[in-house]
């Protein structure tokens, strides 16, 4: 794996941080967040990839917080990490919140998520690398192993290590939503020769930290 030192680093906290999550927790009593995107996905395959000893592929437990209207590609896309990794990834629509409610109820083993969340996200700026759900929500223990990366950090994992991921980001796309709130990222659009418009692959977004929900309605 050829990454720059800074990203190696990261790398290896964050695995240190898996570990002492699958330490303290069983794979029955984790779930992971998965939605398709970019940084859940970079998770998925460093929990595959890097503790093999510690969960399988079958005790993997993945939940789709599937929205009102995804976009087609970004179903596909699940269905080929279904089959990629050889894992089950269950579908469920509702609130955050209705949905964490229906998974503790059913599973009461339940005790910790694995999130792809990342400092830059909307409301992630203070949050710790393991912290609990606020009171009022079902009690979780959030995991964050991915909430020091940057947007380049992620692609370069992706890219170094040939990490499949949604169409969506071939096609300008830089933080995806569903079909109501989400369109191109404005920053990526491009006039070619015959002054046809297109959009550069989210990969080439500039400042992406800062302008990476640009294509967020």
Sequence with gaps: MN????????????????????????P???????????????????ILKMLPTAVSSNDLQCVYMQPKEPFEEVEEFIDHCRKHYG???????????????KICDENGDIKACF???RRTDPYCGNLKLMQETDPGWPKLMR???????????IWEYIRQNEVPYCSLYDRGYTSIGD???????????????????????AYHLRD??????????
């Design 143 to 153: 995991i964050s192993p991915l909430l020091d990366w940057n947007c380049s950090d």
């Design 3 to 26: 990454l720059k030192a800074e990203l190696q680093i990261k790398l290896e906290q964050t695995i240190q941080l898996l570990k002492l999550a699958y330490a303290t927790y069983k």
């Design 115 to 117: 999130m792809g969340s």
């Design 208 to 217: 992406a930290d800062k302008f990476e929900r640009a294509g967020r309605l």
């Design 179 to 201: 079909k109501t709130n989400t369109i191109p990222n404005p920053n990526l659009k491009c006039t070619g020769k015959a002054g046809e418009l297109f959009y550069l692959p």
């Design 28 to 46: 029955e009593e984790i779930f992971l967040s998965f939605n398709g995107g970019k940084d859940c996905t970079v998770l998925l395959d460093i």
């Design 87 to 101: 894992i089950k990834i269950r579908a469920m629509r509702g609130s955050i919140k209705t949905i964490l409610e």
